[in-house]
């Protein structure tokens, strides 16, 4: 039994993460990575479950509560409830109508069960008509646009294009390219035999190396990225560059990092803390 006047630790942990979720204000892009954080970190606990119990009317609860269900339904390979997930972005996002999140959790769960592209472009505008260079957003798109998907590379191409045109070099999407490029060379080398014959010369090809050269000259820059998920960015640059063999650009990454490791892309290789500092390491040889 609890003691008189001490405070669970769960309350503690929903109150925190209220006042998480409150700082970023109408910072979508912020607010964005904040609730991926705390969704990964979450998932296994009763905290979003709790907080919404606690707090049935707050759109944060609402949020948080989605974006886990979609972390484990990413982890399991589908989700348990899509249609009651995606009441609950609905619900969040009539509280908070000016949010993109709660349409770009929507976007996710449609792509993880492979709605039919009438629906997904549906979503899809209602997440950009909000924020059109919402980072998570176009990167469902670019999965669901992806052959391994459904799609094809040159509808991935297309869509990399279109964003190029309208958005700016260091803008919350300037990722894509290379996104595209690393999640192709992971379905080659995992097609295994003959066609992973085709990475020995996958990253001197001229529109992939086009990419790294692009991404490793301006990126590293100061002040060049800003925006809330700069680190993933460059994380992702960094093992590209490692990958390519291209030592001497990646050693002008990994500081900037000062030791900041995502998982993604570095699970690719095991543990993501020992690729990252075995990648460093070879990188500065």
Not at 25 to 40: K, N, S, T
Not at 47 to 71: F, G, H, K, Q
Not at 206 to 217: F, H, I, R, S
Not at 244 to 253: H, M, S, T
């Amino acid at each position: 039994m609890a003691r008189p006047g001490l405070i669970g630790t769960t309350d503690l942990h929903v109150a925190r993460i209220a006042n998480l979720m409150q700082q970023p204000g109408v910072d979508w892009g912020r607010r964005a990575h904040r609730l991926a954080v705390l969704a990964e970190a979450t998932v296994g606990s009763d905290v979003p479950s709790a907080w919404i119990a606690r707090a049935p009317r707050s759109a944060d609860a609402m949020l948080l509560y989605a974006w886990t269900e979609l972390v484990r339904g990413r982890w399991s390979g589908g989700m348990r409830d899509a249609p009651a997930t995606l009441r609950t972005c609905y619900d969040a996002a009539d509280l908070d109508p000016g949010d993109p999140n709660p349409w770009a959790v929507a976007l996710g769960v449609a792509r993880l069960e492979r709605y039919d592209r009438h629906n997904v472009l549906a979503i899809w505008r209602e997440v950009t008509a909000r924020d059109p260079q919402h980072r998570e957003a176009h990167l469902q798109m670019l999965g669901y646009l992806s052959p391994e998907e459904g799609g094809s590379r040159m509808q991935v191409l297309e869509f990399i294009d279109s964003v190029r045109a309208r958005t700016p070099a260091n803008a919350p999407t300037a990722g894509l390219g290379l996104a595209a490029v690393v999640g192709q060379h992971r379905s080659i080398v995992a097609k295994g035999h003959l066609e992973a014959l085709m990475v020995r010369d996958f990253w001197t090809r001229p529109p992939v190396a086009k990419v790294l050269d692009e991404a490793g000259e301006m990126w590293p820059q100061p002040g060049f990225l800003r925006h809330a998920r700069t680190m993933a960015d460059l994380n992702l640059l960094a093992y590209a560059l490692v990958t390519a063999e291209r030592g001497q650009q990646a050693a002008r990454v990994f500081p900037l990092l000062e030791g900041k490791v995502t998982a993604w892309p570095w699970e690719l290789r095991g543990d993501p803390v020992e690729a990252f500092l075995d990648a460093q390491a070879r990188s500065v040889r």
